[in-house]
């Protein structure tokens, strides 16, 4: 069965909006998520501020009241029931239960079991991942497979495919394996299934350029705007 590698902040979760309004009430500021151009957040936010911007990280239940962007939990289901799903996620040690309980209560059909804290997203089986930072989706392309973008101004330079949304997320991985056939995944049978590894398979050969340039999902190279 096909696994997709799901990241989950800015992806599942909306870290960016509830990141933004923590520093904007503290601090007095009106950033907004497509204010942040690079991955260095501290270039953003008032010079008083700076690097103070990453301590809301460590804040108790920052990560357990997160909301998810809109449609994922709903095409998460139904890509359950297709694909192997595995959320892949980097995490400081203060968010990992906030994690593992977000999980479990939002995403019962995929469950914690199927959840790995991991910072080298490279090196975990999968046939795709879909994520947001920029050394993620580079460090992934990299093995030969396919990295998706959840497109934020932060990672427009990165060349491999975008998506701005799960509805259209959902369009892509039809078309890139539309192979794969039921059975579903789930915490209690998903990784039990089939335990084959498809590390260094890209998704449908040559369909990640064609399909990027057929549909505009491509980034092509270089920020777009
Ligand atoms: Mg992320």
New binding site residues.
């Given amino acids: 069965m096909t696994t997709l590698l799901i990241?989950?902040?800015?992806?599942i979760v909306d870290?960016m909006s509830a990141w933004c309004r923590r520093y904007n009430a503290d601090w007095n500021d009106n950033l907004t998520p497509e204010d942040i151009l690079t991955w260095e957040w501290e270039k953003y936010v008032k010079p008083e501020c700076g690097r103070r911007i990453y301590q809301y990280l460590d804040e108790p239940g920052m990560f357990l009241h997160l909301e998810p962007l809109p449609h994922a939990i709903e095409v998460l289901e139904r890509l359950s029931n297709r694909y192997e799903i595995l959320i892949v996620?980097?995490s400081r040690r203060t968010a990992m239960a906030e994690k593992d309980a977000w999980v479990t209560r939002h995403l019962p059909f995929i469950g914690r079991k199927n959840l790995i804290l991991a910072h080298r997203k490279d090196r975990i089986c999968g046939d795709l991942l879909f994520?947001?930072?920029p050394h993620?989706l580079e460090s992934f392309q990299r093995t030969g497979r396919t990295a998706v973008a959840?497109d934020y101004p932060y990672n427009r330079q990165v060349a491999c495919l975008r998506v701005k949304g799960w509805l259209e997320f959902e369009q892509l991985i039809h078309r890139l394996f539309p192979e794969s056939g039921g059975g579903g995944g789930g915490e209690h049978d998903g990784a039990a299934q089939d335990s084959s590894c498809h590390c260094g398979r890209r998704a449908g050969g040559d369909q990640r350029r064609d399909l990027g340039e057929a549909d505009g999902t491509g980034s092509g190279g270089g920020r777009s705007g």
């Fill in positions: 990241d989950m902040d800015s992806v870290l996620t980097s994520d947001d930072a993620n959840m």
